[in-house]
C-alpha cells in the first residue's frame, strides 16, 4: 500500500515537472488536481500498462525498448482525455512529457528502495 501512494505522489511530481519544463503540457489546477492525475496515471501504470506491454513485446524487442514511450504516452494521453484540467498541445509536448515523467519516476523509484 505504502508503494502505490509513493508512486502516486511520484507521479503527481513527475506532471509537476513535466509542467512546469515542457512547454504545451499543461495542467491548470492546485495540488489536488495533480493528486488526482497522479493517482489516475498511476492506477492506469498498474493495470493497463502489463497488458499493452505483454501484448507488444515483439514489437519491444524489434524497437529495443522504445516502443515503450509509445505505451507510456498512450497512457498520458488517457489522463488528458480523461481531465479537463491536462492539455497537451501537440505530440512533441506529449513525447517530451513521457521522457521527463520517465525520469522523475525513475528517480523517485531508486531513491524509494533505497530508503526501504
Known sequence: MIGFIIRILGNS????????FVPGFVVSG?????????????LLNLTVKPVL??????????????????INGLLLWTVDYIFDFVSIKDTTALLYAVVV???????ISVTAKTIK
Not at 13 to 20: D, G, I, T, V
Not at 101 to 107: A, C, G, K, P, R
Open 13 to 20: 511530481l513527475a506532471l509537476y515537472a513535466a509542467n512546469y
Open 30 to 42: 492546485s495540488w489536488k488536481e495533480y493528486l488526482l492525475a497522479g493517482a489516475f496515471l498511476g
Open 53 to 70: 506491454k505483454a501484448v507488444s513485446m515483439p514489437i519491444i524487442i524489434l524497437t529495443l525498448g522504445l516502443f515503450t514511450l509509445v
Open 101 to 107: 515523467i520517465t525520469i522523475v519516476n525513475l528517480f
